[in-house]
């Protein structure tokens, strides 16, 4: 089973070749306690160091939609 992309790609006629929007499709919004849940299941998993550096800049987005949820 694989994950399902629910992401829209548009592009204005503002922009270049290759340069996307990338909108969420309405409902797809996470609330708090699935934030929560995240950030509890990456707090307790192992990741290995290639993985770092992504996974550092992901928690600190999860971490701010958190804060201002």
Same mark, same amino acid.
């Given at each position: 089973?694989?994950?399902?992309?629910?992401?829209?790609?548009?592009?204005?006629?503002?922009?270049?070749?290759?340069?996307?929007?990338?909108k969420g499709?309405?409902g797809?919004?996470?609330?708090?306690?699935? =934030?929560?849940?995240?950030?509890? +299941? =990456?707090? *307790?998993?192992?990741?290995?160091?290639?993985?770092?550096? =992504?996974?550092?800049? +992901?928690? =600190?987005?999860? *971490?701010? *939609?958190?804060l +201002?949820?």
């Amino acid at each position: 089973m694989g994950l399902r992309d629910n992401v829209n790609i548009e592009k204005s006629s503002s922009q270049s070749e290759g340069d996307f929007l990338l909108k969420g499709v309405n409902g797809n919004d996470l609330n708090k306690k699935e =934030i929560e849940l995240l950030l509890l +299941t =990456i707090k *307790q998993s192992n990741f290995r160091g290639d993985q770092l550096e =992504i996974l550092y800049n +992901t928690v =600190i987005k999860l *971490q701010n *939609q958190y804060l +201002t949820r």
